[in-house]
């Protein structure tokens, strides 16, 4: 029964790590994390327990086109404005508008289960920085 409650304290530690980020964290940043509660914890355990939150719903993945998986403690239904220059990643809150393009397939006669939408380009911040 030891190895149950290592990996529900693993998992708790990952999840708490994830969120805890503020951010759209890798598996690599939440795993530097959770070294600093765990410190033996490996990062396959890390890659193990976030699949599992994942396949629970608990925590989803951010697709921002990246070779590396981005994970995204918000589980409600949003989209990504992704910083092409600072590589930020910042949540968006879907409007009645996005919703008419998907109805405008189910008319169609698609049948959509979930959509997940990455929008390109500067965050205010680098904007800024630039027009100095």
């Known amino acids: 029964m030891a190895g149950a409650t290592r990996d529900t304290r693993q998992k708790d530690a990952v999840l708490r790590a994830a969120r805890g980020s503020g951010d759209h964290p890798t598996a690599e940043q939440i795993h530097a994390t959770v070294r600093r509660e ?23 993945l951010a697709p921002v086109g990246e070779r590396t998986a981005r994970f ?15 590589g930020q990643v910042f949540d968006v809150m879907r409007g009645r508008a996005r919703q008419a393009s998907v109805e405008n397939l189910k008319l169609r006669g698609f049948e959509v289960r979930s959509h997940k939408l990455s929008i390109y380009g500067s965050c205010p911040d680098c904007v800024r920085s630039s027009r100095r």
Do not use: K
């Open 38 to 60: 765990i410190p033996r914890i490996s990062l396959g355990t890390v890659y193990r327990n976030l699949q599992r939150l994942v396949a629970e719903g608990t925590l989803s």
């Open 72 to 86: 995204d403690p918000m589980t409600t239904p949003h989209d990504h404005f992704v910083c092409d220059r600072c």
